[in-house]
């Protein structure tokens, strides 16, 4: 019965996986195999200072991201949930629509929302600043803005995730707490959150593997630019394997993304079960 499911499993990942590992110790182009160096590319690696610049400003935007679109998420959440009927309904549909647009349909809004000479979004920034700001050829722009079209973009799914947990929480604990006089702060103190908190968890690990896979975004957007600023790990490997023909480079820097998303999903998944419990 479970033979289907391992052979897809064994090669869709499986496989994949080892072959991943298997390159990063050799010289291998992109397409062929190549010769043994064991822990050369590694070494390489960790001479290369743009692959600690990658490094930290994928570490960076995940914390951009990661927890403030959780908040948004849930926040969202609370008030989209006391609607009812259709305006629920519609306001779900407005909310989940940019999750379902492709990416390049995406940064190409945000492109002119964000355009220095015409886009709307730079009265908000003069207003703040004083003038007009190239936000995707600012260093310190760049990573914020990037983000910040990354929440806009997701949060639709969060908010249908924070939905499905606020819906499955029985209304009578609401109607109790409050005949006992319990302030709303309260209710959502001692009710909703601790109810909440298995859905926080999941939100919480899904985002934090998503945004350490980052690449489209950058990509379109900055690529990696200004000066290297959001330059991230996915784009080593892109550059590594399909520019330079560098397969087993390219493999090493996978293998410690992976290795890195691996890690700090478990670290996470232990300290949300302690705060659980």
Not at 150 to 165: H, K, Q
Not at 239 to 260: D, K, P, Q
């Amino acid at each position: 019965m479970i033979a289907p499911f391992l052979i897809a499993y064994a090669i869709v990942f499986a496989y994949p996986v080892y072959k991943m590992f298997a390159l990063s110790f050799t010289d291998a182009p992109l397409v062929g195999e190549g010769k043994w160096v064991g822990f050369d590319n590694y070494v390489r690696l960790f001479h290369q200072k743009l692959f600690y610049t990658s490094v930290w400003n994928t570490g960076y935007f995940v914390v951009l991201t990661v927890i403030p679109n959780t908040l948004i998420g849930l926040g969202l959440a609370l008030m989209v949930v006391r609607l009812k009927g259709w305006m629920q309904s519609l306001v779900l549909v407005l909310f989940f629509i940019p999750y379902i647009l492709p990416v390049s349909v995406v940064t190409q809004i945000w492109k002119w929302v964000l355009d220095q000479q015409f886009g709307i979004a730079q009265f908000i920034i003069e207003a703040f600043t004083g003038s007009r700001i190239s936000v995707f050829r600012d260093p310190i722009w760049a990573m914020p803005m990037v983000a910040l079209v990354t929440v806009w973009w997701t949060n639709g799914f969060n908010l249908l995730l924070f939905i499905a947990g606020l819906r499955n929480i029985p209304h009578d604990y609401y109607e109790a707490a409050m005949l006992d006089g319990a302030t709303r702060w309260q209710c959502f103190k001692r009710i909703t959150w601790p109810l909440i908190w298995p859905v926080t968890a999941l939100v919480l690990t899904l985002q934090l593997i998503l945004q350490l896979k980052i690449f489209d975004q950058v990509y379109l957007l900055t690529e990696g630019g200004p000066f290297n600023s959001t330059y991230v790990l996915l784009q080593l490997v892109y550059r590594e394997a399909f520019r330079s023909n560098h397969g087993g480079l390219g493999s090493a820097v996978a293998v410690i993304l992976f290795v890195i998303i691996v890690v700090v999903s478990v670290l996470q998944y232990q300290l949300l079960r302690v705060r659980e419990r």
